[in-house]
């Protein structure tokens, strides 16, 4: 604007006469991060950030304190320090205003430098790492950004140490800088982990868009080639649901960290998962799962999301009743996905099914805490679980997925097969997708139009109170039933969880409405002895197969060292009432509706 001539400014007012908002749609000065790795080693990126200041004498800053898709406060700014400024190569004062703000005096520059550390070193999908070989870096807990929330540009440079070799994420590259990106937006930086290092890669193609599996922390066992064919069939998959792939690339981000855990982002994902992951069948049938959940979250929650979610305030918490749908859904489509890609059979689906509706169903807070108030309250218990949390709340992640199997059924049986969950969610994506969002009461109708039936007194039994599920319907259109229980189960069953600590064994939770919590066990108990013979600390389940439903025993165990006698009557084994196998009797109609359902 300096060199602007009277001219040029003269038509520029004009301009925005005539067409109020003109000027506003300059973009904002954008933001700009270099990264550094002087001592990767000692787990430091070292952040220099400059910041436009519009002329104020100071400007504020601050650090996110939550991530969303993982809902908790994390006070990530406890791992940021030595905050200093400079402008025109002058200090300028720094002067923390709350936990994660701070305020720069400007001296009236345009611009001002802000250096700071972050340490990184926590393997989480929510945090980050930074070791010898490689960084892995969040937007939330790395970048400090302008309180006045102006939306503006960020861009973000990496400067790699020597021995790294490359840049992995999602962020829209800047053309002829190496290893510089921008995002349009705060949000959008946020949205994108960056891993730095160097990392095994591989690409595919699909509807024209550019799909990279990166592999990074120790990938030497990881199959790379069996896992990108895989993560293909998977896209694949999904797009058959939801219509359109709407991200301009996507990055599968794994860390091969021998540790768990997803998080989803817009046009990337970040997972961790174990070295072993490709060689043994299970763990790998659990990663095909979490990257279709993670990959299909780029529909659900990023592009159709619950209307509360977004536009973000990263310093407080944003409560949300419909995550039963954003992370339920997902959980459902996952297991949906893998099978109908092929990467799974008809009966490891059921299986997969038979163990949501076990955790919902063998979970006593289901009776205390409908699944909209699980997501509202998630920023205390889900992300905080203790050893009372199952009795007190249920979990929307399995919940949710059985509420979906459940409405699928009902959508297929109402429309007599014509429509499905498939297109409620592909018409919600068009209805509410992008910034718009979804209220319950809009989703219930959308879900009810396209059913052709009132659905809203399911979803207010599912999905708001705390009343049992129904599964005679789903079970009745799809010939399935839950698996007989074994006539000769009449096992005594004592109820506490326990775990062996160096020969100890310890009561670690107890369930409602279980022998062990009525007889008057606690958390933490050491058990020692039934009926004065000790009781090994891997030798109880043994144990109980002496005694039968009813028996009355004597527990004696030892409370804050002091030795206690416990008088339990034994409950019986409930089994696993809750596996879904084919009726022997299906007819061929329940057949090919299965067919229609999960592929052949
Ligand atoms: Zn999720």
Redesign the pocket.
Known sequence: MLRTTLRALAAILMLALLAPGTLAAQAPDAIRYTLRFPAPHTHYVEVEAVYPTGRQPAIEIYMAVWTP?SYLVREYERNVEGVAATADGRSLAVEKSRKNRWKVTTGGATSVTVRYRVYSREMTVRNNWVESGFAMLNGAPTFLTLVDRTPRPHEVRVELPAAWKSVATALMPIAGTPNAYRAEDFDTLVDSPIIAGSPVTREFTVAGKKHVLVLEGDPSLFDADKAVADVEKIVQASGKVMGDYAYPHYYFLNMVVDTGG???HKNSFLTMSSRFTTRNRRSYDGWLSLVA??Y??NWN?KRLRPVELGPFDYETENYVKMLWV??GF??YYADVLVRRANLSSAEEYLDALSGQIESVQTRPGRLVTPVNMASYDTWIKQYRPDENTANTTIDY?PKGAVIAFLLDAKIRKATNGTRTLDDGMKIAMQRFGGPKGYSPEQFYDLMSEVAGVNLKPFFAQAAESTDELDYTEALDYFGLRFRPADPATSRAFLGAITRNDSGRLIVTGLRRGTAAIDGGLNVDDEILAIDDVRVRADGLAARLEQYKAGDKVQLLVARRDRLTRLDVTLGSDPGRPWRLEPRTDATAEQKARVIQWLGQ
Do not use: K
Request: hydrophobic residues 30%; glycine residues 14%; without cysteine.
């Open positions: 898709g997803g998080l989803e959940h993670e299909f979250h929650v954003a992370e997902t959980d992640y």
